[in-house]
């Protein structure tokens, strides 16, 4: 529930919000953030000196030929799964080297750091994964003629 005090900070936060931007303005800042190097390398992330790209792609081509999607969305769930264990595996190599050789965490500012990352890509690549697998699901119901009672029962005149 919103207080009198919240309500009162987002109106005084308002008046120091820019003017609306005209369509130019919009056009211009749109051209600007789709031509960072993100978007202009075609990746979702950069690969590291120590890193070799064909891994990454090797991956990603195993992941699609045991999944084979079918439509651009499970294209895209399939590439953010190849994305999200890349990046854990990463993560888990940047954990290794903050041991040192008696088995003692050197740094562990960053290795919680780490840690934290391995994690959100787990969770990045399972999420990316259950998506795939219901929209799997869907895909096949639909094929076989399957509709939901509930559905049916919103639907007025069937």
Same mark, same amino acid.
């Given at each position: 529930?919103?207080?009198?005090?919240?309500?009162?900070?987002?109106?005084?936060?308002?008046?120091?919000?820019?003017?609306?931007?005209?369509?130019?303005?919009?056009?211009?800042?749109?051209?600007?953030?789709?031509?960072?190097?993100?978007?202009?390398?075609?990746?979702?992330?950069?690969?590291?000196?120590?890193?070799?790209?064909?891994?990454?792609?090797?991956?990603?081509?195993?992941?699609?030929?045991?999944?084979?999607?079918?439509?651009?969305?499970?294209?895209?769930?399939?590439?953010?799964? +190849?994305?999200? $264990?890349?990046?854990?595996? #990463? *993560?888990? /190599?940047?954990?290794?080297?903050?041991?040192? @050789?008696? %088995?003692?965490?050197l740094a562990?500012?960053?290795f919680?750091?780490?840690?934290?990352?391995?994690?959100?890509?787990?969770?990045?690549?399972?999420? +990316?994964?259950? $998506?795939?697998?219901?929209? #799997? *699901?869907? /895909?096949?119901?639909?094929?076989?003629?399957? @509709?939901? %009672?509930?559905?049916?029962?919103?639907?007025?005149?069937?």
């Open positions: 529930m919103t207080t009198a005090e919240q309500i009162r900070a987002v109106k005084l936060n308002a008046h120091h919000s820019p003017e609306p931007a005209s369509p130019a303005r919009e056009q211009a800042s749109f051209e600007d953030d789709t031509t960072d190097d993100f978007s202009h390398h075609n990746e979702s992330f950069y690969f590291l000196e120590d890193e070799a790209d064909e891994k990454f792609w090797d991956l990603h081509a195993r992941l699609e030929q045991e999944h084979q999607p079918q439509t651009e969305t499970a294209r895209i769930l399939v590439r953010r799964m +190849a994305d999200h $264990e890349w990046l854990r595996t #990463r *993560a888990l /190599r940047y954990q290794q080297a903050c041991f040192a @050789e008696d %088995q003692h965490v562990t500012e960053q919680a750091l780490y840690m934290r990352y391995q994690t959100t890509h787990e969770r990045a690549f399972y999420k +990316a994964f259950k $998506e795939f697998q219901s929209l #799997r *699901a869907q /895909r096949e119901k639909s094929q076989i003629g399957f @509709e939901s %009672q509930k559905h049916k029962e919103a639907t007025p005149g069937t």
